[in-house]
T-cell receptor, first 114, second 114 residues
Framework: DGGITQSPKYLFRKEGQNVTLSCEQNLNHDAMYWYRQDPGQGLRLIYYSQIVNDFQKGDIAEGYSVSREKKESFPLTVTSAQKNPTAFYLC?????????????FGPGTRLTVL | GESVGLHLPTLSVQEGDNSIINCAYSNSASDYFIWYKQESGKGPQFIIDIRSNMDKRQGQRVTVLLNKTVKHLSLQIAATQPGDSAVYFCAETEGTGANSKLTFGKGITLSVRP
């Protein structure tokens, strides 16, 4: 998983609760991404950040929030406003100066709403 | 946990045979393509990439072919092994660095019969 850690691996949430998923990287990559993956579907972009203290909404940002206070960290909060949060969440990083668009992925967090 | 491979098209091959996994992409301006492999419960792993100025690129036991005329990408795996069983998906992007984002296909499940 190349220096990207996600925790926890499994997370259970009661309806109405906010939960925060952690993503940390030691690759010194500028950009970090959060994707959601559901069975039978491709990766869908939630939020991304290309520089500290700045982030952009992806295709399905509603019900989620992020912060990028440090280059190494990009936590994702799943709020109670997200109506169907059960999914596999993937964090990725990219070296923007590398001339390639390859993204490196963490091991993922599986969130289940009880 | 529920597999992301559920509901995806499945390619079943005999161990030792060659596998060909196909991907149709949508953006005729895409100029960089990646194949990822995702094992159950894990994050995607980079397999091989190709730029649009090439039509073929070879790696260890894998070959990627690009046909820009029909917007088609394929991944060939030689002498398929049980460890190759996974979900495979392609990704495309236009441009590089901060001005680009990857778009991911839904994926195909490769099942290797012993």
């Amino acid at each position: 998983d190349g220096g990207i850690t996600q925790s926890p691996k499994y997370l259970f949430r009661k309806e109405g609760q906010n939960v925060t998923l952690s993503c940390e990287q030691n690759l010194n990559h500028d950009a970090m991404y959060w994707y959601r993956q559901d069975p039978g579907q491709g990766l869908r972009l939630i939020y991304y950040s290309q520089i500290v203290n700045d982030f952009q909404k992806g295709d399905i940002a509603e019900g989620y929030s992020v912060s990028r206070e440090k280059k190494e960290s990009f936590p994702l909060t799943v709020t109670s406003a997200q109506k169907n949060p059960t999914a596999f969440y993937l964090c990725a990083t990219q070296n923007l100066a590398g001339g390639k668009n390859e993204q490196f992925f963490g091991p993922g967090t599986r969130l289940t709403v009880l | 946990g529920e597999s992301v491979g559920l509901h995806l098209p499945t390619l079943s091959v005999q161990e030792g045979d060659n596998s060909i996994i196909n991907c149709a992409y949508s953006n005729s301006a895409s100029d960089y393509f990646i194949w990822y492999k995702q094992e159950s419960g894990k994050g995607p792993q980079f397999i091989i990439d190709i730029r649009s100025n090439m039509d073929k690129r070879q790696g260890q036991r894998v070959t990627v072919l690009l046909n820009k005329t029909v917007k088609h990408l394929s991944l060939q795996i030689a002498a398929t092994q049980p460890g190759d069983s996974a979900v495979y998906f392609c990704a495309e992007t236009e441009g590089t660095g901060a001005n680009s984002k990857l778009t991911f296909g839904k994926g195909i499940t490769l099942s290797v019969r012993p």
